[in-house]
């Protein structure tokens, strides 16, 4: 009888998506446990974070020694230690791990445990308690830092993000609206003026959108702009969003990675209009979903969205066959467990 190797999964809690990666593993035969090293068990632990480090940080405390954000890694690094010890893993893959300090990674040496850590940001948005170059294996969601490590003889894969097919859209409602779901940036809000002043049906979905008092108060913004709004929404709200309406958005702005999005909005079935031109390595434009190069085509697209049922549902289709063949976070598994060999 074969024995399911123990993997530790140590992620940011993030939407929900290391309940998809541990299912994945599960099913590849890997016996596994999640910890999740951001994880708050209460409110009042989120409310308390904040006043601790969050809030001292944007009025210029920390210098007095309030929200000193050593503690937070302090904490986070041994609860991180304790989930080695309960678990004794065979295999480990840590997701970002950016504020795991170097008392984690010395017992990961010290163990000799298998490990590959992946990144779901550009490397120079993420800033880790200890050297890159003790933390590979590496994965890494952008095509340009897998090449700047590779040049510097790093361990490295491209493994881009994932479609879970397991989390299925809950009723979604069909709609005549084009749809952002996301955080609010300069760009993704000019570009949801533009369509509302050309008279397409929009709306956005997330707390740094919604006019809701408490929404205002947690992005410490009191401004929203004039564009239909609603508050967050859960994994499988969302993706009925996205499937149920005229079009979905993707709007990257400054990355070269690819948004989970990109995957999600073509899994459950949506139309997607994505601002990539070199999404081609993914997908095939006019074929899966199409791209838009600014405001011009991207409101001509989205009047085509509103009104071309055929040519949506032709899209669709494809787009959704497409990411189940090549995009799920089975494959994306598969990917890491070879780093491990």
Partial sequence: MTVAPRLLVVSPTFHGYWRSIERAFTDLGYAVTTHRYDERAA???RVGAKLRHELPARVGLTRFGLGD?????AERTAAALAALDDVNPQR??????????PGFWDEVDRR???RVLWLYDELRRVRHEVPIERLGPIASYS???????QARSFTVAHVPLFFDPTMTPLNPQSSTEVVFVGARYPTRERLLLDLAAAGIPVRAYGRDWSGHLVD???TWDLHRPQ???SRDLKRREAYAVLAGAAAALNIHGDQDGFTMRTFEACGVGALQLIDRADVT???SPGEHLEVFGGPPELIALAERAVKDREWSQRLREAGRAHTLAHHTVTHRARALEALWD
């Fill in 216 to 218: 205002r108060v947690r």
């Fill in 92 to 101: 480990l893959l840590v997701i970002k791990g950016d504020t795991l300090g």
């Fill in 281 to 283: 390595e993914l997908y």
């Fill in 227 to 229: 564009i239909p709004a």
């Fill in 69 to 73: 954000p050593g503690d937070l890694v």
């Fill in 112 to 114: 000799r445990i298998p």
């Fill in 43 to 45: 409110r009042l632990h």
């Fill in 143 to 149: 095509r340009a830092d897998t090449a700047a490590l």
